[in-house]
T-cell receptor, first 113, second 114 residues
Framework: GEDVEQSLFLSVREGDSSVINCTYT??????LYWYKQEPGAGLQLLTY?????DMKQDQRLTVLLNKKDKHLSLRIADTQTGDSAIYFC?????????????FGRGTQLTVWP | DTGVSQNPRHKITKRGQNVTFRCDPI?????LYWYRQTLGQGPEFLTY????????KSRLLSDRFSAERPKGSFSTLEIQRTEQGDSAMYLC????????????FGSGTRLTVV
């Protein structure tokens, strides 16, 4: 549960789709999450997926989970400048402290007008 | 309900001084967590309370760190004899019961040790 990896930077043009990727190593994940952090702010839960699901869609957000490859992705459709932030992938583990989350280093998304 | 509140927002202190941060969780949330986030990193778990009981502490929490939640409501995190390596954002989160989804973070306290 301590190896959650993300690419560090992503730049896209406004209106394009963004895809942020994450890999994890612990197969005992229960839930996987995407959090958003704007400058100087705390973490905002964007979406989550239970480990027995493959896909979840929530308005402009689509989460894909490939359990075989331990790969999670977040797709943001029609990306806007207000989506510029750091996005963290996180997991909670079966048998771990209840509610404890393991985070990646975050992906800095920059959206150009 | 104004969410999870943390004070102060920013703290600058000289090396060797003691500092204390406060977290006020959402009032009905019985579970409270502290995380530390250093520059360029994701948050790392420090400690967890269920009501007033401190149930787990990370190995990151050296003996200079102590956390309390005396009445199961607000929590404090104290760092004694601060070091430059303690400079970080300290995040508090709370949630109600066993739901995986009711996890709310505060805006954090940014500590700078000079």
């Amino acid at each position: 549960g301590e190896d959650v990896e993300q690419s560090l930077f992503l730049s896209v043009r406004e209106g394009d789709s963004s895809v942020i990727n994450c890999t994890y190593t612990d197969s005992s994940s229960t839930y996987l999450y995407w959090y958003k952090q704007e400058p100087g702010a705390g973490l905002q839960l964007l979406t989550y997926i239970f480990s027995n699901m493959d896909m979840k869609q929530d308005q402009r957000l689509t989460v894909l989970l490939n359990k075989k490859d331990k790969h999670l992705s977040l797709r943001i459709a029609d990306t806007q400048t207000g989506d510029s932030a750091i996005y963290f992938c996180a997991e909670s583990l079966r048998g771990s402290t209840l509610g404890r989350l393991y985070f990646g280093r975050g992906t800095q998304l920059t959206v150009w007008p | 309900d104004t969410g999870v509140s943390q004070n102060p927002r920013h703290k600058i202190t000289k090396r060797g001084q003691n500092v204390t941060f406060r977290c006020d969780p959402i009032s009905e949330h019985n579970r409270l967590y502290w995380y530390r986030q250093t520059l360029g990193q994701g948050p790392e778990f420090l400690t967890y309370f269920q009501n007033e009981a401190q149930l787990e502490k990370s190995r990151l929490l050296s003996d200079r760190f102590s956390a309390e939640r005396p009445k199961g409501s607000f929590s404090t995190l104290e760092i004694q004899r601060t070091e430059q390596g303690d400079s970080a954002m300290y995040l508090c989160a709370s949630r109600l019961g066993d739901t995986e989804l009711g996890y709310t973070f505060g805006s954090g306290t940014r500590l700078t040790v000079v």
